[in-house]
């Protein structure tokens, strides 16, 4: 009689799936951070006018780049928050620009970006997973 044994590591199993869902929300950091770049970066005021605001309902117009250039991405364990820096002094103006105020009409550039990204963000986690479950499984 022929046997054969089967054994199975979940404590190694899980950790090795917890790396590919952490490496996944660290390329959706990256990725998500430049999206909002590029989105910042895409309209330029015209300086020579004095800047030419972006029409209202559009991304914000580019005039020194600073708001572009203070997008990052934080890892913790489990989590990326992808977001302007907390030290730049962009922060006086990105949220007011994403929401508006009361003398100024919304430009928004955040929720816009991430709602075109969010099928991109499910593309990268089953990437990774898939590419683990594959380790496991050859």
């Known amino acids: 009689m022929t046997r054969a044994k089967v054994e199975w590591n979940s404590d190694e199993f899980f950790a090795d799936l917890q790396d590919a869902i952490q490496d996944g929300l660290e390329d959706v950091g990256v990725s998500l951070a430049d999206a909002y770049g590029d989105v910042l970066n895409r309209r330029a005021s015209n300086k020579s006018n004095g800047g030419i605001p972006a029409p209202p309902g559009y991304p914000p117009a580019k005039d020194t780049g600073t708001l572009a250039r203070s997008i990052s991405y934080q890892m913790r364990l489990g989590s990326v928050s992808v977001g302007v820096s907390r030290n730049s002094p962009a922060n006086q103006y990105a949220l007011p620009l994403e929401y508006g105020t009361r003398n100024m009409a919304a430009r928004p550039w955040l929720r816009p970006t991430l709602k075109k990204f969010r099928r991109k963000i499910n593309r990268i986690f ?9 380790e496991w499984l050859d």
């Open 126 to 134: 089953t990437r990774r997973v898939r590419s683990q479950m594959r």
